[in-house]
C-alpha cells in the first residue's frame, strides 16, 4: 500500500459538494462532557471525550448501522444527529426538501442543505418534520398517563397538522401501518406488552412523514421472536415510504440483518466502516475481529468448532483515552512505539471499506 | 452411563397475585446429570428462572408456593428439608449466578468480606484460611492481584469483573451444580465471551454441572450439551443441543430459532418470526398453550394440553401433538457452514 492510496475519510467539508444521494453527513463529529469538581465554585477538571471527531454519510434509502459496546458513543452520536445534544464540534449536514412557492404559481420541492449543528431554533422546529428518532426502551419513552391516541398525534398537534378529526383519521391509519388495532387508541401504555409499545413509539415517529429516521437500540429490550417482528416491520416500513435509517445496536447479527453500510466504534471512534458484506465476511481491524469472534451463533457444531479471539482487560475510561490508537491497550497485535504513539486514520482500503489501524489485515472470524 | 444429579418432577410453583393465581412453572420435569450443562431457554415470563428459585429454595410464602412436586438431589429431596439443612446446600452443594451482579453483592462490605463469609459457613475452616481459600477463588476467575483485590468493594469493580466475582463465590465451595441465570445478559459482548469462557474452563474442570438459563441460544449453542425449551410454565422441547437446533420438534422451538437474526446469514431474508405475543399466565389457553401462535394447530391442539413424550430420536422429548408429523427441519450443520 502506497501512501497515494490511503486517502483520509470525512475530509470534505463543505456542503456544497455533498452529492444529491446523500441525506446526512456528519462530519468531524466531537461530544465532550465537561467533567466539574466543586460544589459552590465549580471548575472544570476533565472532559468524557463520548465522540472524538467521527465522520461518515448516509445515502437516501438506505440503513447505516452504528455498533459498538457501551461507552463507545454511538448513542451519544445519535443524539447529536438529532440535536437533542449540542455538539462540541463539527457538523452534521441534512439534505432537507422544502416547499416554495414556484415561479409559475402554486408551490414546487426544493432541497438544500442545513447544517443541523448550529441550525437556529426555527430552522430546526421545521426540520423534526423530517427526522425522528424511536428509542430502546418502549416502557421509558411513552408518558403513561397520555393516551395512544394522544401520543401518536402529539407531533401532529405540536406541528399545527390539520384538524383534530383529521388527525385522529391519522392515527389510526398510522395504528393500522405498525400492525396495532384502530380501536385501541383509548388506551395507555401500560395495557401493551413491550412489542406493542415498541410498535406506539414507531408510530409516534412515522406521524409527521419524516425521510430520516434515528433507530436508537429498537429491538434489544424485546424478547427474540418480538424483536423479529419488529425489524420485519421496520423493513416494511422502509420500502413502502423510502425511509433512510440510522440504526443505532450493539447486536452484530442484527445490525448484519438490517443494514446496507456498517460503522464500528470503539471508544469515539469509528474504527471500520463498509458495505454489510465485507464487513462480516472480511474485516479488517482487529477490534472489529474480536467482536465479531465474540458473538455466539445458534448453531451448536459452528460454535464448539469456531476460534474465538478473547480480548484481555477492560475498555479504557472515555475520560482518560490511551494515546495513540485507542485500541492498542487491548490489541493483539499492538507495536509498541508505533501503535501507543501515532493515531491510525481511518483509510480507503477498498472498494467502499474503511479502516483505522497501522497493521490491517482480513481475518476469517467464521 | 447416566449420573443423576438433580431430577425435578412435576414441579409446579404459583403465585397468588391480585389479578389471579400465576402459574408461573407448571408441571416441569427434567433431570441433570453429573458434568451435564443444561441450557434453559425461553422468553420472558416461560417460567425460566421461577424453576430455578424453586430449586435454590427462594420461593417465598405466602406470596409465591410450590404446590407440588419432587425436587431429589443426589438422593435428598430439597423440598421437605428443614431451613436449616438447605443453608447448607444452597451456597455448598449448589450455588447460584445472577443476571445483575451489583444486585446481588452486598454494597457495605468487602468482596473479600462477603467470599469469607460463604467459605465459614459451607467449609470447616478458620478465618484466615478462608482468607487463603477466597484469594485463591479470585485467582481462579482471573482476577489480577486477586490477595489485595480482596479489600475492594463491588462498586471498584467493572461490570465484567464483578460477574466473576460472583463465579468466584459461587464455586468457591465447589458446588455440585451451578445455577446460572443469564450471567452474562448484562453484559458487552467481547466480556461475555470472557466470561463463558472462563465459565466452561473451570466448569470442565472440576467436572461441575451447570444449569444455563438465558434467552441467548447463541449462548446455549456454545455452552451446553443438552437443551429445554420452556414456553409459558412448561418444558414443549428437550434434547442434545444438536437435536434442538437442527431438528426442532416443537413449533415454538423452530420459532423460535427462525426469528433469530444471525451473524452468519449471507443473504437479508425476511424473519421468520413467531406471531402474536405470549399469553398471560393467568389465563392460560385451553389445550395447547402455544396454540394461539402455532401455525400448525389442529382441533385437537384446543382440546388437550400435549405433555412431553419421546419422538423417534432417543432423548428427545417434544410436547406437541403433531410432532410426529411435521417436518420442521430448520438448520443443518451444511446448511450453516455455507
Given at each position: 500500500?502506497?501512501?497515494?492510496?490511503?486517502?483520509?475519510?470525512?475530509?470534505?467539508?463543505?456542503?456544497?459538494?455533498?452529492?444529491?444521494?446523500?441525506?446526512?453527513?456528519?462530519?468531524?463529529?466531537?461530544?465532550?462532557?465537561?467533567?466539574?469538581?466543586?460544589?459552590?465554585?465549580?471548575?472544570?477538571?476533565?472532559?468524557?471525550?463520548?465522540?472524538?471527531?467521527?465522520?461518515?454519510?448516509?445515502?437516501?434509502?438506505?440503513?447505516?448501522?452504528?455498533?459498538?459496546?457501551?461507552?463507545?458513543?454511538?448513542?451519544?452520536?445519535?443524539?447529536?444527529?438529532?440535536?437533542?445534544?449540542?455538539?462540541?464540534?463539527?457538523?452534521?449536514?441534512?439534505?432537507?426538501?422544502?416547499?416554495?412557492?414556484a415561479p409559475g404559481g402554486g408551490t414546487e420541492i426544493v432541497s438544500d442543505v442545513v447544517d443541523i449543528a448550529t441550525a437556529d431554533s426555527a430552522t430546526m422546529r421545521a426540520l423534526r418534520r423530517q427526522i425522528q428518532i424511536v428509542f430502546q426502551d418502549p416502557y421509558a419513552s411513552l408518558n403513561p398517563r397520555m393516551t395512544v391516541a394522544s401520543i401518536v398525534s402529539e407531533p401532529l398537534i405540536v406541528h399545527r397538522v390539520g384538524t383534530a378529526q383529521e388527525r385522529l383519521e391519522k392515527v389510526k391509519e398510522l395504528l393500522a401501518v405498525v400492525g396495532l388495532s384502530p380501536e385501541h387508541t383509548n388506551r395507555y401504555p401500560h395495557e401493551f406488552s413491550g412489542g406493542q409499545r415498541q410498535r406506539i413509539g414507531i408510530a409516534r415517529a412515522l406521524a409527521l412523514n419524516p425521510r430520516f429516521i434515528v433507530l436508537d437500540e429498537p429491538v434489544s429490550a424485546l424478547d427474540v421472536s418480538i424483536q423479529a417482528q419488529v425489524l420485519n416491520l421496520l423493513q416494511d416500513l422502509q420500502e413502502e415510504y423510502g425511509l433512510t435509517y440510522l440504526f443505532i445496536a450493539h447486536d452484530l447479527s442484527v445490525v448484519r440483518h438490517i443494514s446496507d453500510r456498517v460503522a464500528v466504534m470503539y471508544l469515539g471512534k469509528i474504527v471500520e466502516f463498509a458495505e454489510r458484506d465485507t464487513l462480516y465476511s472480511e474485516p479488517m481491524h482487529p477490534y472489529t475481529h474480536a467482536l465479531l469472534s465474540a458473538v455466539p451463533i445458534p448453531d451448536p457444531e459452528l460454535e464448539r468448532s469456531r476460534e474465538r479471539i478473547i480480548l484481555q482487560g477492560e475498555i479504557p475510561s472515555p475520560s482518560d483515552p490511551p494515546p495513540g490508537c485507542r485500541f492498542n491497550t487491548r490489541c493483539p497485535i499492538a507495536v509498541t512505539g508505533k501503535c501507543d504513539v501515532d493515531e491510525p486514520l481511518l483509510s480507503k482500503l477498498g472498494e467502499g471499506h474503511w479502516v483505522a489501524c497501522h497493521f490491517p489485515a482480513v481475518r476469517k472470524v467464521f | 452411563m447416566s449420573d443423576v444429579l438433580l431430577a425435578v418432577e412435576d414441579l409446579r410453583t404459583y403465585f397468588a397475585t391480585e389479578e389471579g393465581v400465576v402459574r408461573a412453572v407448571d408441571g416441569v420435569s427434567f433431570t441433570i446429570d453429573r458434568g451435564e450443562r443444561r441450557g434453559v431457554v425461553g422468553e420472558s415470563g416461560s417460567g425460566k428462572s421461577v424453576t430455578a428459585m424453586s430449586i435454590m429454595g427462594l420461593i417465598e410464602p405466602p406470596a409465591g408456593q410450590i404446590v407440588t412436586g419432587v425436587i431429589n438431589f443426589d438422593g435428598l429431596n430439597l423440598l421437605e428439608l428443614h431451613e436449616d439443612e438447605m443453608r447448607k446446600v444452597r451456597g455448598g452443594r449448589i450455588a447460584m449466578i445472577f443476571q445483575d451482579p451489583m444486585t446481588s453483592l452486598n454494597p457495605v462490605y468487602t468482596v473479600g468480606q462477603q467470599l469469607v463469609e460463604t467459605i465459614v459457613l459451607h467449609q470447616n475452616v478458620s478465618k484466615s484460611d478462608a482468607r487463603e481459600i477466597a484469594a485463591q477463588s479470585l485467582a481462579d476467575v482471573q482476577i489480577p492481584y486477586p490477595a489485595a483485590r480482596l479489600d475492594d468493594f463491588p462498586h471498584q469493580f467493572s461490570g465484567g469483573m464483578r460477574q466473576r466475582v460472583m463465579i468466584a463465590m459461587g464455586l468457591s465451595c465447589n458446588p455440585e451444580l451451578l445455577i446460572a441465570d443469564e450471567p452474562t445478559t448484562a453484559l458487552d459482548v467481547t466480556t461475555q465471551a470472557q466470561i463463558l469462557d472462563l465459565m466452561l474452563a473451570l466448569a470442565d474442570d472440576r467436572g461441575t454441572s451447570v444449569l444455563l438459563i438465558t434467552h441467548d441460544l447463541g449462548v446455549v449453542a456454545g455452552f451446553c450439551d443438552t437443551v429445554q425449551v420452556m414456553y409459558a410454565g412448561g418444558i414443549v422441547e428437550s434434547g442434545s443441543a444438536n437435536d434442538i437446533f437442527y431438528d426442532p420438534k416443537h413449533p415454538y422451538s423452530w420459532g423460535l430459532l427462525g426469528s433469530m437474526t444471525r451473524l452468519d446469514a449471507a443473504q437479508q431474508h425476511r424473519l421468520n418470526s413467531v406471531r402474536g405475543a405470549p399469553p398471560s399466565v393467568i389465563n392460560l389457553p385451553q389445550g395447547c398453550r402455544f396454540r394461539p401462535r402455532c401455525d400448525f394447530a389442529v382441533d385437537v391442539c384446543q382440546q388437550r394440553l400435549p405433555l412431553l413424550g419421546p419422538s423417534d430420536v432417543e432423548g428427545h422429548t417434544v410436547a406437541c401433538h403433531r410432532a410426529a408429523e411435521l417436518d420442521l427441519k430448520l438448520v443443518t450443520p451444511e446448511g450453516a457452514a455455507q
Amino acid at each position: 500500500m502506497t501512501t497515494e492510496e490511503v486517502i483520509s475519510y470525512g475530509t470534505e467539508t463543505d456542503p456544497e459538494d455533498m452529492p444529491e444521494d446523500v441525506l446526512l453527513r456528519v462530519s468531524h463529529l466531537v461530544k465532550e462532557f465537561p467533567i466539574k469538581r466543586g460544589i459552590f465554585f465549580k471548575s472544570q477538571v476533565g472532559a468524557v471525550h463520548a465522540v472524538s471527531d467521527i465522520s461518515f454519510q448516509v445515502r437516501k434509502g438506505e440503513t447505516l448501522g452504528l455498533v459498538g459496546e457501551s461507552g463507545c458513543g454511538k448513542s451519544t452520536t445519535a443524539r447529536c444527529v438529532m440535536r437533542l445534544l449540542e455538539p462540541t464540534e463539527g457538523q452534521v449536514y441534512f439534505r432537507r426538501e422544502r416547499e416554495v412557492a414556484a415561479p409559475g404559481g402554486g408551490t414546487e420541492i426544493v432541497s438544500d442543505v442545513v447544517d443541523i449543528a448550529t441550525a437556529d431554533s426555527a430552522t430546526m422546529r421545521a426540520l423534526r418534520r423530517q427526522i425522528q428518532i424511536v428509542f430502546q426502551d418502549p416502557y421509558a419513552s411513552l408518558n403513561p398517563r397520555m393516551t395512544v391516541a394522544s401520543i401518536v398525534s402529539e407531533p401532529l398537534i405540536v406541528h399545527r397538522v390539520g384538524t383534530a378529526q383529521e388527525r385522529l383519521e391519522k392515527v389510526k391509519e398510522l395504528l393500522a401501518v405498525v400492525g396495532l388495532s384502530p380501536e385501541h387508541t383509548n388506551r395507555y401504555p401500560h395495557e401493551f406488552s413491550g412489542g406493542q409499545r415498541q410498535r406506539i413509539g414507531i408510530a409516534r415517529a412515522l406521524a409527521l412523514n419524516p425521510r430520516f429516521i434515528v433507530l436508537d437500540e429498537p429491538v434489544s429490550a424485546l424478547d427474540v421472536s418480538i424483536q423479529a417482528q419488529v425489524l420485519n416491520l421496520l423493513q416494511d416500513l422502509q420500502e413502502e415510504y423510502g425511509l433512510t435509517y440510522l440504526f443505532i445496536a450493539h447486536d452484530l447479527s442484527v445490525v448484519r440483518h438490517i443494514s446496507d453500510r456498517v460503522a464500528v466504534m470503539y471508544l469515539g471512534k469509528i474504527v471500520e466502516f463498509a458495505e454489510r458484506d465485507t464487513l462480516y465476511s472480511e474485516p479488517m481491524h482487529p477490534y472489529t475481529h474480536a467482536l465479531l469472534s465474540a458473538v455466539p451463533i445458534p448453531d451448536p457444531e459452528l460454535e464448539r468448532s469456531r476460534e474465538r479471539i478473547i480480548l484481555q482487560g477492560e475498555i479504557p475510561s472515555p475520560s482518560d483515552p490511551p494515546p495513540g490508537c485507542r485500541f492498542n491497550t487491548r490489541c493483539p497485535i499492538a507495536v509498541t512505539g508505533k501503535c501507543d504513539v501515532d493515531e491510525p486514520l481511518l483509510s480507503k482500503l477498498g472498494e467502499g471499506h474503511w479502516v483505522a489501524c497501522h497493521f490491517p489485515a482480513v481475518r476469517k472470524v467464521f | 452411563m447416566s449420573d443423576v444429579l438433580l431430577a425435578v418432577e412435576d414441579l409446579r410453583t404459583y403465585f397468588a397475585t391480585e389479578e389471579g393465581v400465576v402459574r408461573a412453572v407448571d408441571g416441569v420435569s427434567f433431570t441433570i446429570d453429573r458434568g451435564e450443562r443444561r441450557g434453559v431457554v425461553g422468553e420472558s415470563g416461560s417460567g425460566k428462572s421461577v424453576t430455578a428459585m424453586s430449586i435454590m429454595g427462594l420461593i417465598e410464602p405466602p406470596a409465591g408456593q410450590i404446590v407440588t412436586g419432587v425436587i431429589n438431589f443426589d438422593g435428598l429431596n430439597l423440598l421437605e428439608l428443614h431451613e436449616d439443612e438447605m443453608r447448607k446446600v444452597r451456597g455448598g452443594r449448589i450455588a447460584m449466578i445472577f443476571q445483575d451482579p451489583m444486585t446481588s453483592l452486598n454494597p457495605v462490605y468487602t468482596v473479600g468480606q462477603q467470599l469469607v463469609e460463604t467459605i465459614v459457613l459451607h467449609q470447616n475452616v478458620s478465618k484466615s484460611d478462608a482468607r487463603e481459600i477466597a484469594a485463591q477463588s479470585l485467582a481462579d476467575v482471573q482476577i489480577p492481584y486477586p490477595a489485595a483485590r480482596l479489600d475492594d468493594f463491588p462498586h471498584q469493580f467493572s461490570g465484567g469483573m464483578r460477574q466473576r466475582v460472583m463465579i468466584a463465590m459461587g464455586l468457591s465451595c465447589n458446588p455440585e451444580l451451578l445455577i446460572a441465570d443469564e450471567p452474562t445478559t448484562a453484559l458487552d459482548v467481547t466480556t461475555q465471551a470472557q466470561i463463558l469462557d472462563l465459565m466452561l474452563a473451570l466448569a470442565d474442570d472440576r467436572g461441575t454441572s451447570v444449569l444455563l438459563i438465558t434467552h441467548d441460544l447463541g449462548v446455549v449453542a456454545g455452552f451446553c450439551d443438552t437443551v429445554q425449551v420452556m414456553y409459558a410454565g412448561g418444558i414443549v422441547e428437550s434434547g442434545s443441543a444438536n437435536d434442538i437446533f437442527y431438528d426442532p420438534k416443537h413449533p415454538y422451538s423452530w420459532g423460535l430459532l427462525g426469528s433469530m437474526t444471525r451473524l452468519d446469514a449471507a443473504q437479508q431474508h425476511r424473519l421468520n418470526s413467531v406471531r402474536g405475543a405470549p399469553p398471560s399466565v393467568i389465563n392460560l389457553p385451553q389445550g395447547c398453550r402455544f396454540r394461539p401462535r402455532c401455525d400448525f394447530a389442529v382441533d385437537v391442539c384446543q382440546q388437550r394440553l400435549p405433555l412431553l413424550g419421546p419422538s423417534d430420536v432417543e432423548g428427545h422429548t417434544v410436547a406437541c401433538h403433531r410432532a410426529a408429523e411435521l417436518d420442521l427441519k430448520l438448520v443443518t450443520p451444511e446448511g450453516a457452514a455455507q
